[in-house]
C-alpha cells in the first residue's frame, strides 16, 4: 500500500482537534467528563460546556451542548494556514458538497471556520485560530479522575470502507499506520487507521451502518489512569458506563477503556500507541479474520460495540443524516 503524497492535496490539515455533541442533560454530562473522570471546564453558556484537556492549551476539545436528542454534530480539524480555512470552502463548493462559512466567535472561542458534510455524509469543521487556554500540564495539583491530557483521534463508522480509506488518502493527504482486510478476493478495507500527527491515527474508518460517530479517543498518561477510571465509576454507581476493557488493543497497541456517557456517547480511554512520523513506514495489515486485531489478549467485544453509534446531523438543516448499510455486510461472526 502506497503512501499517500501531503503535498498533492488541495488543503494541509494539522491535525484532528475538537468534537460538538449533542447531549440531552447538561448537569449529568457535566458530571460524568469533569467531577468524575477529570476534564478541564473551560467556559460554561446556559446551553454548552467547552471542555479540554490537562494539557491541551486551547479553548476547547470537546464541546457538549444541551438538545432534546443526542447526536454528533460536528468533528473539527485544526489545519495549517488561515489560507487553508478558504482553501478547504473551494475545495467542497467546487465538487457540490454542502458547505457552512462560520465567522469568528460562532463556536464560541474560536476563529472563522468552515463546515461541509463530506463524500460519507459527516459534518467535518475546518478551522486554524482558538483561543488559547492555560495548560494544566504541570498543574498536578488539579489532576483528578482518569487524568485525560488531550483529544487524540476520532473513530467512524462507514458505509464503505473503502472509499473512505481512499478518500481520506488519495483526497485530503492521511497516512495509514494500520488497516484490517478481508482475506477473500477480491480484498476490500474493513476498517483503516489514518493520521495527520505522527501517532497511530488522527481519525479510524470503520465499517458498519453510517455515518455514524464510533467513539472520540483520549489519550491519558498511563494505564494506571485507565484502572483509575475503573475504579472512580464503579465507586459512583456508573458501573455500567464500562463497555469494554480494560484491555490491549492489537491495532495501534493501545491499552484502552471504552465508556458510554449518560448520553450514550462512546469514548475512549487510550494509551500505549507508537511514532509514525518516518514517512517509509508501512502500513500494517490485519487480516480481519485475526482476533488479535482487535483486542491482543483475545477477549471477544460486546456486541453494542459493533452495532451502536452516535448519529451525525446536517449541517445546513440540524437533523440527524441517512444512515446506509455497509456494503461488506454485517459484523462477521469472527470480528473480535
Not at 45 to 70: C, F, K, N, P, W
Request: charged share 25%; with cysteine; aromatic share 12%.
Amino acid at each position: 500500500m502506497e503512501m499517500s503524497k501531503a503535498a498533492n492535496v488541495p488543503f494541509q490539515i494539522v491535525r484532528t482537534h475538537h468534537a460538538e455533541l449533542r447531549v440531552r442533560d447538561l448537569e449529568a454530562a457535566r458530571t460524568f467528563y469533569v467531577d468524575l473522570l477529570g476534564f478541564v471546564e473551560t467556559e460554561r453558556t446556559a446551553d454548552a460546556l467547552y471542555l479540554r484537556g490537562l494539557e491541551e492549551a486551547y479553548h476547547h476539545s470537546l464541546v457538549l451542548r444541551l438538545s432534546d436528542r443526542a447526536a454528533c454534530d460536528h468533528i473539527a480539524f485544526k489545519v495549517a494556514t488561515p489560507a487553508d480555512v478558504e482553501a478547504a470552502r473551494a475545495h467542497f463548493e467546487a465538487r457540490g458538497f454542502p458547505v457552512r462559512v462560520l465567522g469568528s466567535g460562532e463556536e464560541l472561542g474560536q476563529g472563522g471556520s468552515v463546515r461541509v458534510q463530506d463524500p460519507m455524509g459527516f459534518p467535518m469543521e475546518f478551522f486554524y485560530e482558538m483561543d488559547n487556554a492555560e495548560s494544566h500540564l504541570r498543574r498536578f495539583d488539579r489532576y483528578r479522575g482518569a487524568f485525560p491530557m488531550r483529544l487524540d483521534h476520532v473513530n467512524i463508522f462507514v458505509a464503505d470502507a473503502q472509499a473512505a480509506h481512499e478518500y481520506y488518502t488519495d483526497g485530503l493527504g492521511f497516512r495509514c499506520s494500520e488497516y484490517t482486510e478481508t482475506d477473500r478476493e477480491p480484498r476490500r478495507i474493513w476498517g483503516s487507521w489514518l493520521h495527520r500527527k505522527d501517532s497511530v491515527h488522527d481519525i479510524a474508518t470503520t465499517n458498519g451502518d453510517g455515518p455514524r460517530l464510533h467513539h472520540l479517543g483520549f489519550w491519558v498518561q498511563d494505564t494506571a489512569s485507565v484502572l483509575r477510571a475503573c475504579d472512580i465509576l464503579a465507586a459512583a454507581g456508573f458501573g455500567d458506563s464500562i463497555e469494554r476493557g480494560p484491555g490491549r488493543h492489537g491495532i495501534s497497541n493501545a491499552f484502552f477503556l471504552y465508556l458510554r456517557d449518560p448520553d450514550r456517547h462512546r469514548i475512549e480511554l487510550y494509551t500505549g500507541d507508537y511514532l509514525t512520523a518516518d514517512p517509509d513506514l508501512a502500513p500494517l495489515r490485519w487480516s480481519v479474520a485475526d482476533p488479535k486485531r482487535g483486542t491482543f489478549w483475545g477477549h471477544k467485544a460486546p456486541a453494542s460495540w459493533f452495532e451502536e453509534g452516535t448519529p451525525v446531523v446536517s449541517i445546513l438543516s440540524g437533523e440527524n443524516m441517512p444512515v446506509r448499510s455497509p456494503v461488506l455486510g454485517d459484523r462477521p461472526d469472527f470480528a473480535t
